[in-house]
Each structure stands twice: as C-alpha cells, then as structure tokens.
C-alpha cells in the first residue's frame, strides 16, 4: 500500500508520528514546512509537487479553504480526507478517486492517541481503520451527519478539555498550590480517568467518589449552579451548526 499525504500542517504533521511507518509520500507546497519535515523525517520522501494519483491512498490533510485551489491528476485507490465540514460529494466533484472516506482526528495523534471518526465507502473502511489506527482509536460511523456530530468530540473538545484543565490549574494555584505541579498533577488525573472511562459509565465514576456531604458533591453543585452541563451541551450544538455552515 503507497500512501500519499497531502498536507502537512497542524494536523497533517501530527499523523505523520504515526503514519511514517507506511510507505508514504508527503506532499508539502511551503518550502520552510518542507525542509522542516526533512530535517524531523529524513527517512521519508518528502515533496513539493503532488505527484499523479494513480495507485495511492490518499490523505487530504489541506485545509478546508484551500481545496478550491488543489490542482490533482490521476485517480486515487482511496482517498480520505479530514477536510472539516467538507462533504464525499464536495470532494467527488474535485477528486477522482475509486472509493471515498472522511475522517476526523485531532490533535492528539501527535502521541497516537487520537480518536477519530470516519465514514464512506465500506470497500475502503479497513484500509482507513488500519491506516487511521497508526496513530490512534477509529470510530467507523454511518453517516455524515452523525460524522459532523462527531466533529464536536474529535476536533472540537480538546480545547474544551483544555480549558477545563486550565481553570482547574487556576482553581488549585488560588488555593496555593503551584503552577508546575497542577499542571502537570491535572494531566496525569485526566490520563487516569480516561482510563477508567473505557469500562465504567461516567455517572457511576461519579456516583462511586461523591460521598454524601462531602467535599465532591460540594464542588459538583457548584458547577451545577454554573451550568457547566448545560454549557457543554450548547458548546456541542454550536460546534455542530459551525460545521454545517463550513459545507
């Protein structure tokens, strides 16, 4: 299996931790990007151009914006794109290509531990599972729509997660407690929970450390008076009809 990857951004360059063990092609226009990518992978053949499609898997890791302008020859084995709001018909139109997926990572297959989303054509599902899996856990899902719902959680949650680490880091250092610590303390707890999270239902985590009258339950109706739920809900809906627009 070749692939080729075009785009090498954000987002292209944290897939390639773990898709450089693939025979793969990187296909890079910004020259200081490029000779970035050669010096980090210099067992890869890293290229400017995009080279005919003809016999790849291909990975469109471009920009949204920038799709318009993509000039491509040739007709790919598969492509799978992670173009965020961009629809298997849009990319039809623009890409000649035996089968189609979309997928949506994040930014944590930096460390392969993505979870990300895809959909398309069954005949090229395995292949993507397999190549998509190099850096992370594959949720096979039936439809677009249910993919953009997704885009929350993939591509969107994150930063969510982030802010909360951050308020939570912000919560602590008020108290006393050092910045380093905190930080460092709040990553290895999100680690552990999200652990704990693959066999265990959140509300029985919850239940199973919220004592009665104790110092859990205290914190959770405070965030219940902030409607931290409630916010993460509408956060989900926002993030879902933003997607929607960018088709």
């Known amino acids: 299996m070749k692939l080729l990857l075009i ?3 954000n987002m292209g360059g944290a897939m390639l931790q773990g898709l450089q063990s693939y025979n793969i092609t990187v296909v890079e226009t910004y020259p200081k990007r490029a000779e970035e990518l050669k010096s980090m992978y210099s067992n890869l053949n890293i290229v400017e151009d995009i080279p005919n499609l003809d016999g790849y898997i291909v990975i469109l890791a471009i920009k949204p914006q920038s799709l318009k302008a993509l000039h491509v020859e040739g007709c790919a084995d598969g492509l799978i794109s992670i173009l965020a709001g961009t629809k298997l018909e849009k990319l039809k139109a623009k890409i ?3 089968f189609y997926i979309r ?3 994040n930014m944590a297959a930096l460390v392969q531990k993505s979870a990300t989303s895809l959909c398309g054509d069954a005949q090229l599902k395995d292949i993507a599972i397999e ?3 190099s850096f992370g856990v594959c949720f096979w ?9 997704a885009t929350g959680l993939a591509g969107s949650a994150p930063a969510w997660i982030a802010l909360v680490a951050e308020a939570l880091s912000d919560g602590a250092v008020n108290l006393g407690l050092k910045r380093d610590i905190s ?3 709040i990553a290895a707890l999100f680690e552990g929970v999200g652990t704990v999270l693959r066999d265990e239902h959140p509300a029985i985590l919850k239940d199973k450390v919220t004592s009665p009258n104790g110092t859990t339950i205290a914190g959770i109706a405070k965030l219940e008076e902030g409607r931290v739920r409630d916010s993460f809900i509408k956060a989900m809906r926002a993030s879902y009809e ?3 627009e960018m088709d």
């Open 7 to 9: 785009g090498a951004g």
């Open 96 to 98: 000649d290509s035996k």
């Open 103 to 105: 997928a949506m990572p």
């Open 131 to 133: 190549v998509l899996s």
């Open 141 to 149: 899902l039936e439809s677009e729509n249910e993919l953009e719902i």
């Open 183 to 185: 930080y460092r303390y």
């Open 242 to 244: 933003k997607t929607k």
